[in-house]
């Protein structure tokens, strides 16, 4: 029974949310609140019913399911913003027709309108800023005017007990709301701070780490190697005669030749090996458990993979070579600055041997 329940649970929260769907979380916050919408009311028209036996405003609360269960709809057929639109817009609507004619102000129940201020930023796009004014206005509106108009008749006469009750179901549903608000602005929070890790760390044209990421987790590998007392390799290898591809064939066949090496290192290396870009044409790679003769092999496996493949765009593809500069870690006292120096050392004794292969310190 507890299983079905979360198989139901999920499926309704997850409806029409794909897993690459930049507003999913939106998506999750606007089928929560339909479900939660949908439970308070359900237990406000069973105390109409049984206690009022006031079936006209039972089917009033109903008329709110309904319109959860079309927001659903819409939801499953990807119509977010209009699913968000109507959700929300049924909401108020039943509150005011609650604290206005059916049950009356008495109640409190208009101060769900202050809770619900916030709610359009949560259920609609980023895109729709003058729409998500508008109905934070209007719902601050239907707050001022139950507050300060006097309300008709009420067609239902609260007991005490039964106005203590209602009161808790919208002090619930405003205080789901409140959580609802404080979830999506962590889980916010968490996505805006891992983009600007990611983007502090990575290469924006290739994709790989950068330089400063580079550093960051070679000298972590560096110190567990040592720890580990096994070998350690760092390369450095730099596309030849790379100014000329800009210079004839136009930045863009460069920026497309840097992406296609990037890709082809990161296939060719292991998971444990460490790939980023050192600056401008030059790449780097750190071999941890590689000793200085497997190296050079892995190093030549990925000149030639380099030197046969072609770089095309803008319908003209041309070939490139690379040169290597590799070095091994020799004494526990060297950093991986000196094993750079090193690697750069050796990358210009291949260029002096006429590029297009790999040189050891």
Known sequence: MIERFNLFFNNVINTGCDKDDVYAHKIRVCNIFALLSCTIVVLDACLFVFFYTSITAALMNMLLVVACCLALTLQFYKH????????????????????????????GIQNTFLTLLP???LLL??????????????????????????????????????KGVLQILYELLAMFVLILIAVTFDNDRYKFENKLKKMAMTDGLTGIANRKKLFIEGAKALCAVKRHKLPFCVALMDIDHFKKVNDNYGHSHGDAALKIVA????????????????????????????????????LNLIRKKIEVEQICYGGVCIN????????QLKSSGQDLTELFDQADAALYDSKDKGRNCVSAY
């Open 320 to 327: 490139c070579t690379a040169s290597f500069g590799v070095t």
């Open 119 to 121: 709610m359009p930023w």
């Open 125 to 162: 796009e980023g895109s729709r800023r003058s729409t998500k004014i508008l109905l934070s206005v209007l719902c601050c509106s239907c707050y001022l005017f139950i507050e300060y108009h006097q309300p008709i008749e009420p067609i239902i006469t609260l007991q005490g007990t039964h």
């Open 263 to 298: 890709k082809l290192l990161a296939e060719t290396t292991r998971e444990s090996d460490i790939i980023g870009r050192y600056g401008g044409e030059e790449f780097a790679i750190i071999l941890q458990g590689t000793d200085i003769a497997l190296a050079i092999d892995k």
């Open 80 to 107: 977010h913003y209009f699913a968000g639109l109507l959700l929300f817009l049924s909401v108020i609507s039943f509150i005011l027709i609650q604290a206005y004619w059916v049950i009356g102000n008495e109640v």
